[in-house]
């Protein structure tokens, strides 16, 4: 190395020197010189580089053995002391670390800048995979080997640990989130319904996740604060008469026909409204059963609303990330209509089929927008099927209510059996069952569109479900008036009667006060709100049996013997009649939705219902499953659902405002039993709430409720509220009205800049053709004329073959390209009509005249015309 600087030197010095005689000597003598000094110089360079490379050789070799000899001895310490080893490597690395000039430590920051960035945008890359791995680990290897290195100072290991202990807290997170999907029940079964059935049928599992969810939070409510309370601090069983069998039913309290129909020891107990008790506070915490009761059952409304309102804006915020369907519809529907969390080849058929449908329609519709149809037929045929459906309606709910009275007769009436006994509940099951297929056929007269279709025969199941229950509602309600006239009755007995038996002893003359009397001998009264709440129950447990053997006979029983009868049946059975039946999403959640407003209703008259409908809600998940999975296959026509979220999320609050009213109006309007329940001895079941406010607030407190609950707040409360939604609503609507027109100026001020490129892409094309027309115009005018030397040297040139065959491969150029018409005209001729068009030409308008200067004519040997 020494040897090679002083020869650079020795050049650098010997450069003046060359330049001075250089002036000295002519060219000749110089370029002799030159090579000659070349040639030396090249040799003796030769020379020196070998024998350079051996001294180098040489002292490679003696570096090596000593760095040897110094790590063997470094690894002799390290063995005998390993702490000093460790303290001289930290202090190496301090030291490296020291060395970092400011440039480098700015570089290393923005490479390491430049790595980040990489690592966030690596999805959006349009690389293969094994690029983007290799490239990931590289990128976070690099930081995490150099991002500690960008502190100063001292304060480079706080900055390294800062970054180390935000790595792991990215990782703990990241851990955290994968636990707690870990944690999500039925993930992966659902997951594995996805796969095979689609995210449509998917979806009804995940509604019903989330609808068990709901209720257990109802049951953790109305158990905790109602139920728990009552079973640990309040009366036993047997201590009071409302907690009692009477004696004429302790015979036939344990039979099982009897427990079946709610009745017996079922009836007393903890399940139905009648058996808690009007105390104001019971055990030695002095709890406040009645207004718990009373303000559990509000809040299970007002927690279901807020969790459906909730949810209901979740999914309106999800869906707003979607494309817009009115533009490009045959765009959207090639590029994201798949849906990707298909695993089942007959799945992924059926879908292929879907979207191929999909195409169909949208060319029908372009088609039948201008086709014209009888409309009056159709019209026609259309008011018939709506005729037929409302009368159905109407006759299913007819049948309910003659149902329901007939009930009435036969509990007044003994040894009656069990299907007089369950006539309302099993009517009103098969009435769900079999009008739903009905309405389909005849929804085949109206020929409407698939879609609009669907959403007619839901609405239709909706308002057959909702006039059930409501005609069911009403005929309860009658029933209720008719037990309130026969309690009047008994609650006078009943005081006779224990007025005459304790008073006894005064007639008799008897000091001895006579034994307390038996609480099974006390006459009872009716309680009609236990018996609303057997009739939900009762509802509720035969909507689950029925559910579950349609499941087994309708789809197990009949897959298997579709499956094993097949090979020896007259026809196919796999592709013809009965063949696999298919999940119908749409009837089982409206099943579900309409459960959930039973259980609601019921929920105030039997606390006891929330936790049945959770076992319901927990089997129907795994049986539902299973059957799926075994005994359905994959629709015709699987769509997304994430379009129908909302709908059927509108229908669930639609049903909760609905279950509202019936208890509400109880509340408000009916007296309580006199000797059941928790509200007993009241006037109204509200009255709880202005007893517990006088007897347990101060009077300022009284005061204020009091004004709070005059009719003349409340009604301008209302007001207020209604305008408030009003003004949201129309703010709402002009932020859309707002949103579609900036829509339409950017949609606008895309094409435009689509036109302008597109006009801009012609207008350079025509002018290119322009200058290849005016070349020879715009040279002459903007060259110099030249001399008489440079005539004759043209002419020269002209004349020697290379300039001969450069004319041949310019003509040969300008009749193979693009543009071989289009040939200039001889010298000094004007052209009045313009060129034959052309590719480029054709766009542009060009001038119809154009007068060309004498010149030669390009491409043409000299002397022709």
């Known amino acids: 190395n020494k040897n090679g600087e002083e020869a650079d030197l020795e050049e650098d010095a010997e450069v003046p020197r060359q330049k001075r005689t250089a002036k000295k000597k002519s060219h000749k003598m110089n370029d002799s010189d030159g090579e000659s000094e070349a040639e030396e110089g090249a040799s003796g360079k030769k020379k020196g580089d070998k024998k350079a490379s051996i001294k180098d050789q040489k002292e490679a070799e003696n570096k090596e053995k000593q760095t040897n000899k110094k790590e063997k001895e470094q690894n002799k310490k390290r063995k005998k002391n390993p702490s000093e080893s460790s303290s001289s490597s930290s202090a190496s690395n301090s030291s490296d670390e020291e060395s970092l000039s400011e440039e480098e430590l700015a570089r290393l920051m923005e490479q390491v800048e430049e790595k980040k960035k990489l690592i966030s945008t690596m999805r959006n890359k349009p690389w293969r995979m094994m690029k983007k791995l290799a490239l990931l680990r590289e990128a976070q290897a690099f930081v995490e080997k150099f991002e500690g290195a960008l502190g100063k100072g001292k304060g480079k290991k706080f900055y390294a640990y800062k970054m180390m202990m935000a790595k792991k807290w990215v990782k703990f997170k990241r851990d955290f989130d994968n636990f707690k999907t870990q944690c999500i029940p039925w993930e992966m079964k659902i997951k594995e319904v996805e796969s095979h059935f689609g995210s449509s049928v998917a979806s009804y599992f995940i509604f019903l996740r989330w609808m068990y969810g709901v209720n257990l939070v109802l049951f953790g409510l109305i158990f905790g604060l109602v139920i728990i309370p009552e079973i640990l601090m309040g009366m036993p069983y047997g201590s009071i008469p409302r907690k009692t069998v009477p004696r004429a039913e302790q015979a036939t309290a344990m039979d099982f026909s009897v427990l079946w129909?709610?009745?017996?020891?079922?009836?007393?107990?903890?399940?139905?409204?009648?058996?808690?008790?009007?105390?104001?506070?019971?055990?030695?915490?002095?709890?406040?059963?009645?207004?718990?009761?009373?303000?559990?059952?509000?809040?299970?409304?007002?927690?279901?609303?807020?969790?459906?309102?909730?949810?209901?804006?979740?999914?309106?915020?999800?869906?707003?990330?979607?494309?817009?369907?009115?533009?490009?519809?045959?765009?959207?529907?090639?590029?994201?209509?798949?849906?990707?969390?298909?695993?089942?080849?007959?799945?992924?058929?059926?879908?292929?089929?879907?979207?191929?449908?999909?195409?169909?329609?949208?060319?029908?519709?372009?088609?039948?927008?201008?086709?014209?149809?009888?409309?009056?037929?159709?019209?026609?045929?259309r008011v018939l099927a709506n005729v037929l459906i409302i009368c159905c309606l109407c006759g299913s709910g007819y049948l309910i209510y003659f149902v329901v009275k007939r009930s009435q007769n036969f509990s007044k009436m003994q040894n009656i059996g069990w299907y007089e006994r369950n006539e309302v509940e099993i009517v009103m099951s098969l009435l769900g069952m079999f009008c739903p297929p009905l309405f389909e056929t005849i929804a085949a007269l109206e020929d409407y569109h698939p879609r609009i279709g669907l959403k007619w025969q839901l609405g239709r199941i909706f308002a057959l479900f909702l006039g059930n229950l409501y005609t069911f509602l009403l005929a309860l309600m009658d029933d209720v008036n008719e037990k309130l006239t026969e309690e009047v009755a008994i609650k006078n007995i009943t005081y006779w009667t224990l007025f005459s038996y304790y008073n006894s002893s005064a007639v008799n003359n008897s000091d001895v006060t006579p034994p307390p009397l038996d609480p099974a001998d006390v006459p009872r009264g009716p309680c009609w709100e236990t018996t609303v709440g057997i009739e939900f129950v009762r509802l509720t447990v035969s909507d689950i049996l029925v559910t579950y053997v349609t499941i087994l006979v309708g789809d197990f029983i009949r897959a298997c013997f579709v499956r094993f009868v097949n090979y020896c049946w007259c026809w196919d059975l796999e592709a013809g009649f009965p063949s696999y039946a298919e999940f119908d999403i749409s009837g089982n959640v409206l099943g579900l939705i309409f459960n959930q407003g039973m259980i609601w209703m019921g929920s105030f008259y039997a606390p006891g219902l929330v936790g049945i409908n959770v076992l319901r809600l927990l089997t129907s998940m795994y049986f539902q499953c299973w059957a799926v999975m075994t005994s359905n296959v994959p629709h015709e026509r699987v769509f997304k659902a994430s379009k129908s979220n909302n709908f059927y999320m509108g229908l669930l609050l639609l049903i909760l405002f609905l279950s509202l009213l019936p208890v509400a109006y109880t509340i408000m309007s009916l007296p309580p039993s006199f000797d059941c329940g928790p509200f007993s001895g009241k006037k109204k079941m509200f009255d709880v709430i202005q007893e517990t406010i006088k007897q347990d607030f101060p009077l300022f407190v009284a005061k204020i409720f009091s004004y709070v609950a005059n009719p003349g707040l409340i009604i301008p409360a209302v007001l207020l509220m209604v305008l408030a939604i009003y003004y949201l609503n129309a703010v709402a609507e002009a932020y859309q009205h707002a949103n579609t027109e900036l829509k339409k100026k950017m949609q606008m001020q895309r094409e435009e800049e689509k036109n302008k490129r597109n006009n801009k892409a012609t207008t350079n094309s025509a002018m290119q053709d322009l200058e290849d027309l005016l070349v020879p115009s715009a040279k002459s005018m903007s060259q110099p004329k030249p001399t008489e030397e440079e005539n004759k040297s043209d002419s020269t040139k002209r004349n020697s073959p290379a300039k001969k065959e450069g004319n041949m491969a310019r003509n040969s150029n300008t009749t193979n390209s693009g543009r071989g018409d289009m040939q200039a005209p001889p010298p000094s001729v004007t052209i009045t009509r313009p060129p034959r068009p052309s590719l480029r030409a054709s766009h542009h308008k060009q001038p119809k005249s154009v007068t060309y200067q004498p010149g030669p004519y390009p491409g043409m040997g000299r002397g022709k015309p």
């Not at 409204?273 to 299970?300: D, E």
Request: charged share 20%; no cysteine; proline share 2%.
């Open 261 to 381: 129909d709610f009745e017996g020891y079922i009836k007393y107990s903890a399940v139905f409204y009648g058996y808690y008790n009007n105390q104001r506070t019971i055990g030695w915490l002095k709890y406040r059963l009645p207004m718990a009761y009373f303000m559990v059952g509000v809040s299970v409304f007002g927690y279901s609303l807020m969790v459906v309102i909730r949810s209901m804006a979740r999914n309106a915020n999800e869906s707003t990330g979607d494309g817009d369907d009115n533009n490009f519809t045959f765009s959207w529907k090639m590029f994201t209509s798949w849906d990707y969390l298909i695993g089942n080849p007959e799945t992924a058929d059926n879908k292929f089929a879907s979207i191929t449908t999909s195409f169909k329609e949208s060319i029908v519709d372009e088609q039948e927008s201008n086709k014209d149809e009888n409309i009056h037929l159709r019209r026609f045929l």
